[in-house]
């Protein structure tokens, strides 16, 4: 794979972008756009209070880019604000009564987990992502989830050529993404 095309595939395969793109679908699928609304805000809120924190402390130089790929600074930039954020989504969601209370800290366990895992060994979070989401999509509409479990792959394959992670890295994501996504589907 080309480095430029792989740049474009981890771009486009970058949790930031799938995540509240696909998980937006499918709770719209789920419950209908009207009522999907304040947990869609409150997934872009996340994700844009995410990003701002993330560009803050790469521009304050206490991350050396905008993946967050050096293992130690995932900590305090990455898992730890994440956790906190869905958290308070949990909470919000709970005290106004809306669905996916349980989804929501479902997800950060998912997230704890990858956090237990890189105090040992890196994890590459757009391999857990895209492939958690393709297990979710493959039991809503079967030929999408084939074509993301397709991309998830192309994901993995391209932080790789990128020299952001490694083999084993991404083969550990794709574990972890696959048996949450199938213990998602199975529990909720």
């Given at each position: ?6 740049a474009?595939i981890s ?7 799938l ?16 009522q999907?609304?304040?947990?869609i805000?409150?997934l ?8 701002v924190?993330i ?5 304050r130089g206490?991350?050396?880019n905008?993946?967050v790929s ?6 305090r ?5 994440s956790?906190g954020?869905i958290g ?5 969601f709970?005290?106004t ?5 349980l989804?929501?800290?479902y997800v950060g ?12 060994k890196k ?9 958690y ?9 079967l ?9 998830a792959?192309?994901?993995a394959w391209?932080?790789v050529?990128?020299g952001?992670?490694t083999r084993?890295e ?7 993404g696959?048996?949450?996504g199938?213990g998602h589907?199975?529990?909720f």
């Open positions: 794979m080309h480095p430029r095309l792989a474009i771009t486009v395969g970058s949790p930031f972008v995540f509240p793109v696909i998980a937006s679908y499918l709770t719209i699928q789920e419950i209908g756009v009207r999907s609304m304040p947990a805000l409150a872009l809120a996340v994700f844009a209070v995410l990003g924190f560009l803050l402390r790469m521009k206490a991350i050396s905008l993946d050096d293992r130690t600074q995932r900590t930039n990455v898992y730890l604000p956790l954020l308070l989504v949990a909470l919000y709970w005290w009564k809306q669905p996916f209370v989804e929501t800290l366990g998912l997230l704890a987990v990858c956090f237990a895992i890189n105090t040992v994890i590459s979070l757009h391999t857990v992502v895209a492939t989401l393709s297990a979710l999509l493959l039991f809503h509409h030929g999408w989830g084939v074509a993301m479990f397709l991309a792959a192309l994901i391209s932080r050529v990128l952001r992670h084993t991404v083969l550990l994501g794709w574990v972890v696959s048996a949450f199938l589907a199975w529990l």
